[in-house]
């Protein structure tokens, strides 16, 4: 019979150090790697930004182990160099001066640290990066007087008074047709109320004649006298005048013309004589009247 040889193969058991991994430089001596912190058995990455001032607009990044330290940049908002294990110097975008916001045209662009703010102008509304115009005379916020019209434009109104009435379109008044109108000898003006225009010239009391729009009239005075229209009395004299007349008592009567009467030619009393001592006695009075 032939024989066999048996081989043993014996495989090495691996380091400890090579069982460590790459967080520890070696864990027979109880020390992390560069970049780790910890007891050696448990190690982690040292936080670079911890307790670290970047500085205004500026955001800190840890180096990643097995690096140590920080990087500061500047942040959304502002400009600047990025740094190492430093504050950077980081300065405020002015977003609205270099047109990079991304307001509505009928908004306003307040720049603040690190952004901007976008508020709709007067007359739109929005939440600023959206505007919208608003029809005040759709919501009734004008202030277009009761006899005015409102007309919505672009980001506000106007108001126009309306025909008849002057004014600014805020306050209207009717328009005095009268104002600086002579309708002529007799005749009187009457303004034409608004929506109308204009005057009407009517003749007075006392005279006749057509009444006339936007022109004078053409009044002829009234003769009440030859007419027999007044109200004289039967004995007194009728005269005729401008629109009118006068009544005079013709001679022998007394009155206002209205009323004449005659007078009465004995109704006129003597006094009675005076008494020795200078005043009447009630006898002698008595005697008197009854004489």
Do not use: K, W
């Not at 460590?20 to 970049?35: D, M, R």
């Amino acid at each position: 019979m032939i024989g066999h040889r048996v081989f043993l193969l014996v495989l090495a058991a691996p380091s400890s150090s090579a069982q460590s991994g790459t967080n520890s430089s070696s864990a027979q001596t109880g020390t992390c790697g560069s970049g780790y912190v910890g007891d050696g058995i448990s190690c982690s990455d040292i936080d670079g930004c911890s307790g670290t001032d970047c500085g205004i607009g500026a955001a800190c990044t840890d180096v990643a182990a097995p690096g140590i330290g920080y990087e500061c940049a500047c942040g959304a908002g502002y400009s600047g160099a990025s740094t190492v294990n430093e504050a950077a110097s980081c300065v405020d975008v002015d977003e609205c001066a270099g047109g990079t916001d991304n307001c509505d045209a009928n908004a306003a662009c307040a720049n603040t640290a690190g952004s901007y703010s976008c508020t709709c102008n007067s007359g739109y509304v929005g939440d600023g990066v959206s505007c919208a115009d608003v029809d005040e005379c759709a919501d009734g916020t004008d202030n277009c007087d009761a006899n005015a019209a409102c007309t919505n434009i672009a980001g506000s109104f106007t108001c126009a008074c309306n025909s008849g009435y002057v004014g600014d379109g805020v306050s209207c008044s009717d328009i005095d047709g009268c104002t600086g109108t002579d309708c002529g000898t007799g005749a009187a003006c009457t303004d034409v109320a608004a929506p109308g225009t204009g005057y009407e010239c009517t003749c007075a009391t006392g005279y006749s004649g057509a009444s006339t729009v936007d022109e004078a009239a053409s009044c002829v005075d009234d003769d009440e006298c030859a007419d027999a229209t007044d109200n004289c009395d039967a004995n007194a004299a009728c005269t005729n005048t401008a629109g009118s007349f006068t009544c005079a008592c013709n001679s022998g009567y007394t009155g206002d013309g209205l009323s004449c009467q005659v007078p009465d030619e004995g109704a006129t009393t003597p006094s009675p004589a005076p008494s020795p001592s200078g005043t009447l006695s009630r006898t002698s009075t008595l005697a008197y009247l009854f004489a």
